[in-house]
């Protein structure tokens, strides 16, 4: 079974940082990739940032250079560095766990199977 269990939301002005952590729960053994995905209201779920298990990272475009994903393996979370926030409004993020499949974008939402409840971010003028 794997539980992702997701923290640090909140509110923050435009241009500040946030971040955002994922505790993983895993008794299978069989995640390969997490990722941070963003959805808000009324727009379909993006995929934000994605860390593998060899420890290969992808970046959305929009969010390249603002925002690290880092994993500690000890702690079992991943993180969400989001610096230089933009995207006025309210998001869900949430955080994914998928095992390793071949071929497409790490970054669709398509190949993760197991979903955190998400943590809601407010960037505010």
């Known amino acids: 079974q794997v539980q992702l269990v997701e923290s640090g939301g909140g509110s923050v002005q435009s241009g500040g940082s946030l971040r955002l952590s994922c505790v993983i729960t895993d008794s299978t053994n069989t995640i390969y990739y997490v990722a941070w995905f963003r959805q808000a209201p009324g727009k379909e779920r993006a995929g934000v940032a994605v860390i593998g298990e060899n420890g290969r990272i992808t970046y959305g475009e929009s969010v390249k250079g603002r925002f690290t994903i880092s994993q500690d393996k000890a702690k079992n979370t991943v993180d969400l560095q989001k610096d230089s926030v933009k995207d006025k409004g309210t998001a869900m993020y949430s955080c994914?766990?998928?095992?390793?499949?071949?071929?497409?974008?790490?970054?669709?939402?398509?190949?993760?199977?197991?979903w955190g409840r998400g943590t809601q971010v407010t960037v505010s003028s």
């Open positions: 994914a766990a998928g095992p390793y499949t071949f071929g497409g974008s790490p970054l669709a939402a398509r190949k993760y199977n197991c």
